[in-house]
């Protein structure tokens, strides 16, 4: 998977982990050392209302197709049908089944993804035997796109929970390995000899050096692999499931239910803004504490 | 004499490091105390073949227990070079140093290094950073009051508890200087310590160093741009300099020199104003 680039990142975690970036994270000031003086844009509550903007106005001149119709009902449901449509699927209880499972299923994927490429990328990138040994495997699998999986998964766990878990793992697994791997390797080498020089080496090293040098680029990887469980868990509930929001998609296309489409697409707009901006405020604190 | 009361309790604390150490760990006296260093037929090259780059010269040079040694010479002749390797951070190309007579392998633990930067860890307080100097197995309590005492010392009391980035680039210096301190170590290898000061806090800085040797007379090398510190602070300076001969590239001790009078020195006597220039002079000419 190359696609890494396409998520948000903070500026703080790619610059803790060596990358410039010039693209402007969403979630709000950046407490740098060195930044200048707060402006009004730097402000919280500005830059909140400021990003309420935009989908305040996408949410009128939706409304307005109503009234005007450029686009059919059917392809454009006015926004109120959504809220219908939502307030019908709680009233059946179905909703929070579909948000709750496919949570779920992002979480553990996740989890899982996520403690595997820190276990591997830390391996990897302390020892120069394992990442001989080890590197070209991981290499060669990570260009493999990882739908080119999907096959193979339901040969061989079936259509169930595990197959969509094993897919998200893999989506969330390379990322993290990826950064973890390049942190280690870019640890300041001025900084390891002089903890050497002062006697650290092994244990002692690694905990009181190495770990902490890479806590921010670790935190920045956990986001790009909640961004991609987050795709990988929709592109698994597509290919085959009967609960999740994914589902919620395909079963509203098949009847077409456009308004179930757009509620499908706000919910996992709306979850998946969220649990970033938890992974963002973890990683600010990373960042502050750890550099 | 900077901060009498400070220098005593540095003293103290000093003397019964010492003597714990020398009561429990080592029985012998000399543990801790200052350690003579020898470079002998040292030569550093880096890189192999037509690309081998011939950095430090057959250097050979007996630094005695105790002694403040300065080492001056051109940017790039390769003087942080020499400390590595007595630090055993670096290994010679061939040749060897000896610290008290059994050569340096690998990380030398008889040796502390204050870097030419200053090498803290971002994410630790200075006082975290200057505990990182304390000799393995000082205890909690000794260790924290030699880190209150020595920051003191080096005037960042008031910032134990900044990080390094929130501090300027000579406060960060002298933390390090002050991370080496800690180490109590029997060579001191100090890589323009210096550096980043402002003059007045450059003088304050060499008395505090004197202090400190006197208070415990471990071996300094010293690298330094300053004609003057070398000359206020070493018992002898040597001049790390290339030969004019293309055939034998790379950097040899060219001079070495002993600083008449004992410290304090007065930064106007006429022997001092006599070999200032004479080193001045070979710095410019060798410098190029
Ligand atoms: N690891 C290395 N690999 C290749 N060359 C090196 C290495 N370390 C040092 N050198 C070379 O050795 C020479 C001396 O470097 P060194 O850092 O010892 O100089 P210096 O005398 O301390 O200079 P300065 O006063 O500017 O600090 C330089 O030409 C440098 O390019
Ligand atoms: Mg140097």
Redesign the pocket.
Known sequence: MTQENAYPVSKEGLAANGHTLTTVDDDGPATQPNEPAPGLLSRRPVRLLLGLVVPALILVLWQLNSVVGVFSAVQLPPPSAVGTAAVELIERGELWIHIAISTQRVLIGFALGATLGLALGALLGLSRLADALLSPTIGALRAVPSLAWVPLLILWMKIGEDSKVTLILIGAFFPVFTTLFLALRHVDRNLVEAARAFGLKGIRLLTTVQLPAVVPAVFSGLRLALAQAWLFLVAAELIASSLGLGFLLTDSTNNGRTDRIFLAIILLAVIGKTTDALLGIAERWAVRRWT | MLLPGAMELYMSTVLSAQQQAAGKAQPTTADKLALPVTFSALT?S??SGTSE?V??RDINLEVRAGEVLAIV????????????AAAGL?APTTGAVLIDGTPVNGIDDRCAVAF?EPRLLPWLSLRANVAIGLPRGTGAAAGKAKVTELLGLVELADFAEHRPREVSGGMAQRASLARALARNPGVLLL??PFGALDALTRLKMQDLLLDIHRAQPTTVLL?T?DVDEALQLADRIIV?GKSTDPARPG?SVTEVLTVPGRRPRDRNSADLGRMRSSLLATLGVKGH
């Open positions: 550093r880096f890189g780059h950095v430090l010479g051109a940017s790039g002749c390769g003087k942080s070079t020499l400390l590595r670096d030419q890589d323009e690298v741009h790390l950097a």
